[in-house]
Structure formats: C-alpha cells, structure tokens
C-alpha cells in the first residue's frame, strides 16, 4: 500500500492521532451516559471520529482494527437515521467501550512494534446482531417509504418521456480497472454525465444503489443503452473522461434494434426506466450546529524525545552559563563590561528556561477524564452508585510528571470506589444519598500542584489501623503519641492493607505504598486525612516540574551539598545555649520556644572538617510535610539554579546512601550532592 | 505540476495525501481541517485541484463541495471516501464531484487519479 515512502512518522501520527479519537470517544460515550442517551451532536461526532479511524487504519493495513471501527460506523449510521425509540444506549456504550478497548490492545502492540493479530471478530458479530435488530424494528417503515418513492418516480419519469426521438441509437459497455471499489456509483456517476446529452437511457445492472451490483459490473462490465443527438465521436469523447475506465466498447445500433429485447444481457425488467433515478439518498446533515466539533488551533505536536533533549540541552546552557560567569580565573577582576553582558546573558537564560518548561506543561485534564471510564466500570462490577466531579482539570504539570502520577491516580480512585463508597443500601442507612461522590481536584500552590481524591464515603477506621500496623510491627512511636494523620499515613507503608478479601480491582496489598513510592520518586508526597463515616481525602503534592529548581549550596568539610530553596525555612548561627542534648543522646536546638532535632552533616556522611562546633558552623531549618529538622553544616555558599541529574546507578543500587536526590554540576565544573529533605526528615 | 488543495480532518490522511503527491511534483498550496476552512481556503488559493475527505465536523464535504462547486462551477474536486459511503458518494457525483476515490488507496492509484481530472 504504502510502501514506497517512509512509514515512521506516519505510524507516529497514526497512532497519536487514534489515540486522541479514542480519547474523545470515551468522553463522548461516558456523557451521553450522564444525560441518558446520545444526542443527535454526540451520533454525528462518534460516527465521525469511528469513520475516520476506520479510514486511517485500513490505510495503515490495521485491518482487524479498521473493521471494527467500520462495524461501529454503521451501528451510529443506524442511530443517526433516528428512527429507533427503544434505544438500549447502555448496552451500546458498552459495545462501544469494549471495541474501543480493543483498538487501544491493538495500538499497544503496534506502539511495541507486535504484530497485531487480535481478532475483533466476536465484537463485531455482536454489534452486527445489535444493528439487525434495530433495523429489525424499522423494516416495515422503509419498506413502505420506498415504495411511495419508487412510484413517484416512475410517475415523473413517465411524463418525462415525450414524443420526440433523438437522431442516433448506441450501446456502450464500460470495463472499470480493477480495485477501483464502488464500480455501482462509478456506474452512476457515469449515467449522470450521459443525463444531460441523452434520453431513454437504459442500463444493466439496474439498481445502482444495490451495492451487490458492483460484483456483476465487475464481471460483465456496465451496460448501457440510450438515444442521443450526439455523433459517435462526441459520445465516445464523453465516455473516455470517465476516471478509471479500463476498456470502453461503444456501438451505434440502428434505430429498430434499439428497441429489441436482448440487446442488454439479462434485462429482467420491462419498465428500467423505474429505477433509473434512484428514490432514497441517505443523506448526511452539515454539522454546523456541532458544538463537540474541535476548533482550529495553530498546535504543532512534537515528539517530547526532541523537547527532553531540548531540557537537557537548557539545562547543560545553565551550567555552562555558571561556569563562565563564576569561572575562578575572573577572581580579583574588575571587569564592569564583563558583568554587565554576564547580567544580560542570565537574564536570557532564565527566560529560555521559563519557556522550554512551559512547553513542557500539559494539563492534567486528560488524565482526569481517564477517571471517568474506572468509575463507571467499577460502579457497574461493584453494583455500587458514584459519580465523579473533576475541578481544576487544566492546570498544568511537566510532561514527564502526568506520566508517574497517572498509575497512582487510577489506583486511588479505585481505592475511593472499591473500599470508601458503601453500597447504596448502606449509605440510605446512614443518612447519606444513595450515590457516592469521588471528587477529582487539583490545583497549584507555589511550586507544587496539589491533586486530591476525596470521597463521600466511609472513611478510614482509626483502631483498625493501629491494629494491622501493630500487627504487622509497623508502629514506629507509641499508640498514644501518635496524632490521627499520623495514623491514616500508616495505610502508606509497605505491606500494609486494611481489606482481607480481595476483589478485582484494589486491595492486593500493594496499594497504597506503591502509590506513595511513586509519587515520591517525583519528588513528590502523600498526606491521608480522614472523618469517619463522611470521607476519605488524600493529598498528592506534585512539584511542577523536575528538572531545573532553586538550589542553596552549603560547604561541609570539602563538600558541596544543595538544599533545594524551597524547602528551607531559615539559616542562623546558633548561640551558646541554644543546643542541648536530649536524655537519648539526641542533639536538639530550642528556636523561639520550639524544640527541633539537629542532623550535623559531617557526621551523617563521615566528612573530615574542622568546624564541629555549633557555634562556628551554621544551621539551616527545612520542612518537608510539617516535619522540621535543622541540618548543620560548614557555611553557606550561595543560591543559584541547578539541573537536577539523577545519580549513576550503581550509587543508587548498590551503595544505597540515604538521604541524597541527585547531583549537579556547579559553575567550577565541580558535582554537587542534592539532599533528599523527605529522606533526611524521615531518616 | 499542479497546485493542490488538501481538506481532511485526519492530520494522517492529509500527510498521506501529501507525501503521494508531493512525490509526483505537485504543490499542495494548502490544507484544511473542514469544509468550511477548506471553502475559505479554495477562495483564497485557487488551487488546481481540491481533495476533499466526506466525513468532516463543522461543515462536511458534500457541503463544502457544493459551496465550491457554486464559487467556481468549474472546480476540480477529488472525493476522498471509504467503504460504506455509496449513497453519500452519489450524492457528491450529483453535486459535481469529478470523481471519487476509496480508502485504503495506493499512493500510485492516487496520483494517477488526481492526473486524470487535471488532464480531463
């Protein structure tokens, strides 16, 4: 088919493209669910966006997925005549979602470079009896409308046959090429160029609109019978401008052999001129009135390989900035001009920077919407009623970030359907209404973007938490000390699960310490509230965007360490009797009445320095999740922005050293540590 | 060479057409979404020859081949249809369309197409 140019980006496009339909789809059918029943606009748009997949995919030669669109084509091209009223719109949004499930199996594999040799044949078969019996219901109705149309043609047609005979007689056969597909309306179109120049046309096959004709057109050729005033040459002019015609006998017959039988092969019909205006044209509406339809936008989709590396190269322009701005031989310099271009250079830089990160920024509103399908699956499984209301579905995240926290959303909604909704019977028991609300919301807040999942339901049970942690040794300070979002975090630790049976969809025991790892490798946090018997909220805090932060470098010993600034509250050099150590031998700091403990760094890494003394060095006070602690070091260094590099894997892996997020390179060509504040608070 | 006007609402058909024709040293001058774009852009352009996909939103094909065909009775017009669309293909012969073509096509059976209407 396509063979003779490239297939890459057209593959690319493919299955972006049907990736984005399917998308849309989903939405579609999951709408019209909500408002019991597909709209006229919801018909136009699905039949659409099947019809255009079914185009795409069989120029691909994904045959198996290009029927199947090509059956659920058909199936709203039933539903767009309208005429059916007992619609079963939930059985065929079903349908739908099942065959949409199988073109996303089958992209999966083409992505993967499988071959795709799912069969969507039981799908199809379904949704073929699905269209019979609807058609079933109207056969008599448009059995009846043909009639009415055939007859009033044959009444125009009959009048239109007047007196006059025109000069010359002829029969023509057409041959069409092979392939060209649709050879009836190729027949058609041809007898309508002929309409105007001729008259008492005849022709064989009669019913052009019978699809099954094109099979003798292809056999016998297409035959044709007509009266002109035309010479031979005029006619034969008009015939070869028909547009993929493989051979073409045309032959003028004497004006008494016009009339004999057998003159066309196996005419069965005396009166052709019946047919030969077809009554019935199905037609298609403009769409005018569509407000689904997508607007025109100037967006050019780029693959986000090219804008990674685009990030990359940024970030290499920031360091190599600082290292020319900050390079050791200008020490000592006064170099006014130097400065002056220095200032400017990092101005663009960082508006480079802005820009390339805002690229990168899609928003989280399809990654919500993909919640909408879970919920509506779940609640059928489960029998359970729930709605899902999304807010704030456009603010915007990195690339990069939507795919980490798209796993982990899908987990907790499920959490949310499966264990916080009750059954709506429960629910009415409890004063509640009969269905649940799982609210989907996220919204920024400085540097972070906080996406919650709240439901309406039980809520987490206290004692039995405390129980299982206790259980399982996974209480780290006493029952007593411990407030109550202390004890809903639990549910974040490994192997902790509050649900013995098991169902389908959550509760196997890697629930929630999987979603709590995952955001964390984004340098992200979970929180976990709860109220008994009205809810469950967690909390996912997202930072915006990984790869190039505010960062303080601090000294110990010979070593740099970044803080990210964020995360720092303040830095002071403790006075004599601020310090103290606790009757465990813990070092603590009072500031401003408050105890906090203090984590001297060259201790923590084993670091030779001179400065041990809490009175030479320095302090700097971080949080991470209301938790506070003060890490000593050497002295400060000075702010700027770093790209954050992940650290080589064997120091990850083997070395396992706690307490470290990354590294970066500083404008000396030097690598700086980045500390982890969550692992050091928590360590 | 010829200029050509592409209006389809798949991206991916548009860059199928496009290659093919490209590849035979034609221009495209232009490409368009739907038929309303594609009627303001046919205005615009005058192109040689317009390849028009039925199934479009905001205004389809058959529509917009009207809509040209009573700008410029004399437009060049190659219906880009699929399987299943007898009756509206008819429609389109009706309207004007100089012919039609079915997906899955070739890239040869499309430039021999699109050089049959410009020699006709």
């Known amino acids: 088919m396509s063979t003779n140019y490239s297939n890459e980006p057209l593959l690319d496009m493919y299955i972006f493209e049907t990736e984005q339909l399917l998308g849309q789809l989903e939405q579609l059918i999951l709408d019209s669910e909500k408002t019991d029943g597909f709209s006229r606009e919801a018909i136009d748009e699905i039949f659409r966006i099947m019809h255009t997949i079914k185009g795409s995919s069989a120029m691909m030669m994904f045959n198996g997925v290009s029927n199947l669109a090509h059956c659920m084509e058909d199936l709203f091209y039933c539903l767009r005549d309208g005429k059916y009223e007992s619609i079963d719109s939930s059985y065929i949004s079903d349908m739908v979602f099942e065959g949409i499930d199988f073109i996303k199996e089958e992209i999966t594999k083409i992505k993967n470079g499988d071959t795709t040799e799912g069969d969507p044949l039981i799908i199809i078969k379904k949704i073929n009896t699905h269209i019979k019996e609807l058609k079933g219901d109207v056969s008599a109705v448009s059995d009846h409308q043909k009639e009415a149309g055939a007859e009033n043609l044959q009444k125009a047609s009959q009048s239109e046959n007047s007196q006059y005979y025109p000069k010359y007689a002829y029969k023509a056969v057409l041959h069409f090429e092979d392939g060209c597909e649709m050879e009836n309306i190729r027949a058609f179109s041809v007898v309508h160029n002929l309409k105007d120049i001729t008259s008492e046309l005849t022709h064989f096959p009669e019913d052009l609109l019978n699809n099954e004709c094109s099979e003798d057109i292809k056999k016998n050729g297409f035959q044709i019978l007509f009266r002109s005033d035309l010479r031979y040459d005029r006619i034969q002019e008009v015939l070869l401008q028909t547009i993929f015609l493989r051979k073409l006998e045309l032959t003028e017959l004497e004006s008494e052999e016009f009339n004999k039988p057998g003159n066309i092969k196996k005419p069965d019909h005396n009166n052709p001129a019946e047919k030969q205006e077809a009554p019935k044209t199905p037609k298609i509406k403009t769409q005018k009135e569509s407000q689904l339809s997508s607007s025109h936008q100037n967006i050019l989709s780029v693959d986000v390989l090219k804008l990674d590396k685009l990030m990359d190269l940024v970030g290499e322009m920031v360091i190599a900035e600082a290292m020319v701005i900050q390079n050791p031989d200008l020490d000592g310099l006064e170099l006014n001009n130097f400065q002056k271009a220095a200032q400017r250079l990092d101005k663009i830089t960082k508006e480079i920077q802005d820009m390339v990160m805002s690229i990168r920024m899609v928003s989280l509103a399809a990654t919500f919407q993909k919640m909408n399908r879970i919920v509506r699956d779940m609640c059928k499984k489960l029998d359970k009623e729930a709605k899902l209301v999304i807010t ?292 | 060479m010829s200029r050509i006007l592409i209006v389809d609402d798949a991206a991916f058909m548009r860059t199928t057409i496009k290659m093919a024709l490209e590849k035979a040293g034609h221009v495209i001058v232009g490409e368009a979404e739907n038929g309303m774009e594609g009627l303001s852009q046919y205005i615009k352009l005058k192109p040689d020859l317009v390849t028009l996909d039925i199934t479009m939103p905001v205004m389809n094909g058959i529509d917009a081949l009207k809509a040209i065909r009573k700008y410029d009775n004399n437009a060049k017009v190659l219906m880009v249809s699929a399987m299943g669309q007898e009756g509206i293909v008819r429609e389109a012969v009706l309207s004007g369309a100089k012919t039609f073509i079915v997906k899955p096509f070739s890239s040869e059976k499309l430039i021999q197409t699109v050089e049959k209407i410009l020699s006709a």
């Open chain 1, 392 to 683: 704030g579905e456009e603010t915007e995240v990195d690339k990069n970030i939507i795919e980490h926290i798209s796993d982990p959303l899908m987990h907790l909604v499920r959490n949310a359907v499966d264990h916080g909704i009750e059954s709506a019977q429960e629910r009415e028991a409890s004063g509640k209404s009969g269905c649940g609300t799982i609210m989907l919301e996220a919204k920024s807040a400085g540097r972070d973007v906080l996406i919650t999942v709240r439901d309406d339901g039980k809520g987490l049970r206290k004692e039995e938490i405390l129980r299982k942690a206790k259980e399982k040794g996974l209480l780290y300070k006493s029952e007593s000390d411990m407030t109550d979002r202390e004890i809903y975090n639990l549910v974040l630790l490994p192997g902790f699960s509050t649900k013995d049976d098991i169902t389908e969809y959550s509760g196997r025991g890697v629930g929630m310490d999987v979603v709590a790892k995952n955001i964390e490798t984004i340098g992200g946090s979970v929180l976990v509230d709860s109220t008994p018997n009205s809810g469950t909220t967690i909390t996912l805090k997202i930072p915006l965007t990984l790869a190039i932060i505010d960062g303080m470098n601090i000294k110990v010993g010979k070593t740099v360490f970044t803080l990210p600034t964020i995360s720092i509250m303040e830095s002071f050099r403790p006075k004599e009797g601020e310090t103290f150590t606790d009757p465990e031998g813990n070092e603590m700091i009072m500031v401003r009445g408050n105890c906090y403990p203090i984590l001297r760094l060259h201790q923590y890494y084993n670091i030779a320095t001179d400065i041990t003394d809490f009175t030479d060095g320095i302090v700097i006070m971080v949080e991470h999740d209301d938790k506070t602690l003060c890490i000593f070091a050497d002295d400060l260094l000075g702010q700027q922005q770093i790209v954050v590099k992940s650290l080589p894997k064997y120091i990850r892996d083997f070395k396992k050293i706690k307490g470290l997020a990354g590294c970066t390179l500083l404008g000396d060509g030097s690598i700086s540590l980045i500390l982890d504040i969550g692992g050091l608070v928590y360590g």
